[in-house]
């Protein structure tokens, strides 16, 4: 199977070359690597294009943006930037950040899962984050869900949940619309990413609301957007967090912003959200 891949980078000269290093020494090689140099003030440039210059599938595309960073909406910019210059000649597209190091058999292990099945939309393994010397799970979210930063996508699936929005919620929306439009969602524990930096690790208190604002567009209701947004603070270790994402939610009710979904999409993600919140409450009785 061809693999796509488009890396979205902004200012990423200590961890990029790791990353590219990884995915070069692949048992199942990239066909091509896109990186978007999304006004990097570093050496992030110079970095890719001597990995360019080595590496023919390697190439390295600039985009003048905001130096603001915003969860969802920049770094998919970005994405789509890259990804509006490569052909069609894929079988899957990769989303992956620029600080990972991937075990040297992770392509060729989702290449596996996707030839296994054809019903299989998406694959990605788990992200793995340095503590006191040790690399731990990033215990962000449940191990059914493909981290945003490693998302690898079948064509047809990615086509029909019409790529990836930008803004924040993108890398859940995907996975309901798969869910939707029956398409399976295929984690592997056995693959650990290092994650070299951890996650919004520079997101300030508009960022913060702009998860509430997510969990509105996503479709999913005050009850759920409350289960939701206790879960995630409590995840996160910092409780304050829930308050945060309960004014964005209410924030973008108010001003009644637009959701990601249809109204029938949004009616369906409802129903599925709160039918795996009730098998996890029962599971613990």
Known sequence: MNYYLVIPAHNEEQFIALTL??????????????????NSTDKTADIVLAFAKKYPFISLIDKKSSAIHLPGSKVIHAFQTGFE???????????????????????????????????????????????????????????DHIRGALKAYRKETFKQIGGLKPQMGWDTVDELLCKF???????????????????????????????????????????????????????????????????????????????????????FIRKYRLKKMKEKLFGLF
């Not at 290093?21 to 999304?38: F, G, R």
């Not at 650990?192 to 509105?216: C, D, M, S, W």
Request: aromatic residues 12%.
């Open 85 to 143: 210059t490569l052909d069609e000649n894929y079988d899957v597209i990769v989303k992956i950040d620029a600080d990972l190091i991937f075990p040297l058999n992770y392509f060729e292990t989702i290449n596996r899962h996707f030839k296994s099945d054809p019903t299989i939309g998406m694959v990605g393994g788990f992200c793995y984050i340095e503590k006191k010397d040790e690399w731990v799970l990033e215990n962000l979210t449940d191990k």
């Open 181 to 267: 439009y029956n398409w399976k969602v295929v984690t592997d524990s056995t693959l650990h990413v290092k994650h070299l930096k951890p996650t919004g690790a520079n997101y300030n208190k508009i960022a913060r609301y702009k998860q509430g604002e997510a969990f509105y567009t996503l479709g999913y209701g005050f009850l759920i957007t409350t289960i939701a947004s206790a879960k995630l603070a409590m995840m996160k270790k910092k409780p304050f967090l829930f308050l945060d994402y309960l004014k964005g939610f209410l924030k973008a009710k108010s001003n009644t912003t637009s959701l990601m979904v249809t109204a029938e999409q949004a009616k």
């Open 21 to 38: 290093e990884s995915l070069v020494s692949q048992t199942h090689l990239p066909t091509k690597v896109v990186i978007v140099n999304d």
